[in-house]
């Protein structure tokens, strides 16, 4: 069975930081891409950053520069560094994993 279990969210003010973290179990994680999305309120799924099995990553245009997705093949947990955090980041973010995803974690980044 697939199971992601997010963590990592809060209250931050903007211009601040916060490590997502993302524990994966179920699948051979150290063999496939994995992504993190978000869904910001009143809003759909929004894809954010892509990691493949190799490292190679990916972003949208308006999270790069900001955020780096990473993952611990060791201790099968994918990673979202979010700096420099903005209002409009404000969502619950999702890992992903082929059409599986977890239960989320809520960033809120507000003054």
């Known amino acids: 069975e697939v199971q992601l279990v997010e963590s990592g969210g809060g209250l931050v003010q903007p211009g601040g930081s916060l490590r997502l973290s993302c524990a994966a179990s179920?699948?051979?994680?150290?063999?496939?891409?994995m992504s993190w999305v978000r869904q910001a309120p009143g809003k759909g799924l929004e894809w954010v950053s892509s990691?493949?099995?190799?490292?190679?990553?990916s972003y949208q245009d308006a999270v790069r520069g900001r955020f780096t997705i990473s993952r611990d093949n060791a201790k099968n947990t994918l990673y979202l560094q979010l700096n420099n955090l903005k209002t409009e980041d404000t969502a619950i973010y999702f890992c992903?994993?082929?059409?599986?995803r977890g239960q989320g974690t809520q960033v809120t980044v507000s003054s």
């Open positions: 992903t994993y082929a059409n599986n």
């Open positions: 179920g699948f051979p994680f150290s063999s496939v891409g």
């Open positions: 990691i493949n099995n190799a490292g190679r990553t």
